[in-house]
């Protein structure tokens, strides 16, 4: 094993609430969190419920929201203790400003090689060759970490095995469903797991 690929929202950071209610402000009560977690059962930008004016609504209130979180001190650790061992990277679907925002607030710039977010590819499949050919990475060199249904499909066509995590956007029945690696229940559990690679 030689890289980690992490996926931002709802592994490193809980982002749900604070994106489900920028989401009922733009798009109304009728927005239950159920249809919000649906969004992710597959790639976010090819939900056909999401036009690009909505993208560009949210992501203007949520950048100016992810200045104010704090990273949590234990997910912190362990990836200051990954980062000793391997290359770490970020594929997310979020903004690479919002990202590059949020690290830099919380003096943690130096962990990721590279940040892929929306910018670089609306494909998180297109961003996996990518950073493969850039860094001269193959599929059994990368585990990807994430916590919905949708990305796991993406690691699943890339090649790539994923563990799932089952405290972010999507609980463990609908990650079962993508039939990743592994579902784990914590962060110190994605270490142990990638240890045991």
Known sequence: MKAIIFDFDGVIHDTFDLAYKINVGLFGEELTEEKYRDFFNGNI???????????????????????????????????EKLHEKYALFIISSNQEEALNTYFQNN??????????GAETHQSKI???????????????????????????????????????????FHKRDRLEKGNPF????????VVREIEKM
């Open 45 to 79: 930008f090819e939900n056909k419920d999401l036009k690009k004016k909505d993208n560009d609504d949210f992501f203007k209130l949520q950048n100016e929201a992810f200045k104010y979180l704090k990273i949590d001190e234990n997910i912190k650790n362990n990836l």
């Open 107 to 116: 003096k943690f710039t130096h962990i990721f090689k590279e940040i892929m």
């Open 182 to 189: 592994k579902i784990v229940s914590s962060f110190d559990d």
């Open 126 to 168: 297109e961003k996996f060759k990518y950073l493969f050919e850039k860094y001269k990475l193959n599929v059994n060199d990368c585990v990807f970490v994430t916590d919905t249904l949708g990305d796991i499909l993406e690691g699943n066509k890339a090649g790539i095995k994923t563990i799932a995590v089952d405290f972010g």
